[in-house]
């Protein structure tokens, strides 16, 4: 196996012939995973004519690890992960109020994947809620450890509980009543900043327009509004040639192009990727704030079926379906498997792979316009379903034409 190499400055060498980690998921997982890496393949395939592949190594995570181990994420699944270096997964199972905590949060805490990455956009074809989807071309940048997402809560009934409301009130004047819950909510600069300069460096290299840092600051002033100080401190202590503000922007036009910084407050941001779609660009914000924007901004392109999403760091990345893993349907070879192959878009293009990444999204484009849809989608369009793998095989079949 030719594993993809680290170097000292963190950034990747990614042999022609490398070994990508794979774990397929829970319910619809293993469907959506075939039909994924039969996609991915087949863009390789077009793209460099046999002179690049991916061997793909299978990762035991969740209900599969767990019937084979005892555990639903092995540390031996951990240290193939970290091995591999770059990986993709399906939809994995995490019980609601109990049970084991989220092996989602798990991993991307253990490889300091911070950046929840998650790029929207409309393909002509899909049915949409909203009258004008086309105007979605978005992509989030949500930091992915800490937050309320860090996992720092106690029962209303613990001791740990318990303590903490006596030690607010003896020591804050906090009065908390007995059957209050505490969750702890972490937001630091090394961790928004290094967030928000990496979603500048994407908005940077790719020409987007502008980057808004989505935050609750008027409430939450030294969380949330420290998040969209310590943002606007990176872009003017590191980008200040690359970058302007709103504010600068709109008192006369600059002589160059440089990314747009704004800044706005949640709910009203929640209503203006709905009301204003087009405004907005690349978007740097929060965890909790992250995850609902993220969906709702799926919601116009057709849903998270369709949105693709990867989880990345400084060295590691692990790309994943966004969805959950809709057990009642495990098996049946009829989930939409768009969201997983669209991130094995991102796969390729993480790993410098951009021709066949090129041809792949093409290729899915090309197949919702013609309205080759699974069974999601077919009852909305009013057309024939197709299977899981039936879409991809259309997808493949459309290579052809656009490489």
């Known amino acids: 196996m030719s594993y993809i190499q680290v170097k000292e400055d963190s950034s990747i060498e990614v042999p022609d012939n490398t070994t990508i980690g794979f774990i397929e998921g829970d ?24 002179s690049k592949s991916i061997e793909w190594r299978k990762i035991l995570a969740g209900d599969d690890a767990f019937e084979k181990t005892g555990k639903h994420l092995p540390q ?17 199972t995490t019980p609601i109020g109990e049970g084991f905590r989220s ?27 909203v009258k004008n989807p086309e105007k ?3 992509i989030v940048f949500r930091e992915n ?53 990496k979603a500048i460096q994407y908005a940077i290299a ?42 600068e922007y709109l008192k006369g036009t600059p002589t160059a192009w440089r ?3 704004k800044d706005r407050i949640t709910d009203n941001m929640f209503q203006q990727i709905l009301t204003r779609t087009d405004e907005y660009d690349v978007i740097a914000t929060t965890n909790l704030n992250g995850d609902y924007l993220s969906d709702a901004i799926a919601a116009q392109v057709g849903g998270l079926g369709i949105a693709p999403g990867g989880n990345i760091g400084d060295v590691y990345a692990i790309f994943e379906a966004v969805h959950g893993t809709a057990p009642k349907y495990a098996g049946m070879d009829v989930a939409n498997p768009t ?65």
Request: glycine share 6%; hydrophobic share 40%.
């Open 339 to 403: 969201s997983l192959i669209l991130s094995g878009g991102m796969l390729l293009r993480h790993i410098g792979w951009t021709e066949a990444a090129d041809i792949l999204e093409s290729a899915v484009a090309l197949a919702y316009s013609d309205q080759k849809v699974t069974q999601d989608l077919a009852r909305i369009l009013n057309v024939k379903p197709l299977l899981c793998s039936e879409f991809g095989e259309e997808i493949v079949k459309r290579m052809k034409t656009v490489s």
């Open 206 to 247: 790719n020409r987007r327009k502008s980057v808004t840092l989505v935050h609750k600051g008027n409430i939450m002033k030294y969380t949330e509004g420290a998040f969209k100080e310590w943002g606007y401190e990176v872009a003017s202590s590191e980008f200040r040639d690359q970058t302007i503000t709103e504010e």
């Open 27 to 50: 319910g619809i997982g293993p469907d959506i995973s075939r039909t994924a890496i039969s996609v991915v393949n087949s863009a390789i395939e077009m793209a460099y004519k046999g």
């Open 103 to 129: 092996l989602n949060v798990t991993m991307r805490q253990y490889f300091d994947l911070y950046a929840n990455v998650r790029p929207m956009k409309y393909f002509p074809g899909v049915p949409s809620p």
């Open 76 to 92: 031996e699944s951990l240290d193939e992960l970290k091995r591999c270096v770059v990986s993709i997964k399906g939809p994995l």
């Open 259 to 261: 990314v747009v910084m």
């Open 136 to 138: 979605v071309d978005m």
């Open 145 to 197: 450890t800490e937050d309320l997402y860090a996992g720092i809560e106690w029962r209303y009934d613990s001791e740990e509980a318990k303590k903490l409301r006596w030690y607010l009130k003896d020591n804050f004047q906090v009065k908390l009543t007995d059957d209050t819950g505490i969750g702890i909510k972490p937001i630091s600069r090394f961790k928004s900043q290094r967030l928000v300069r």
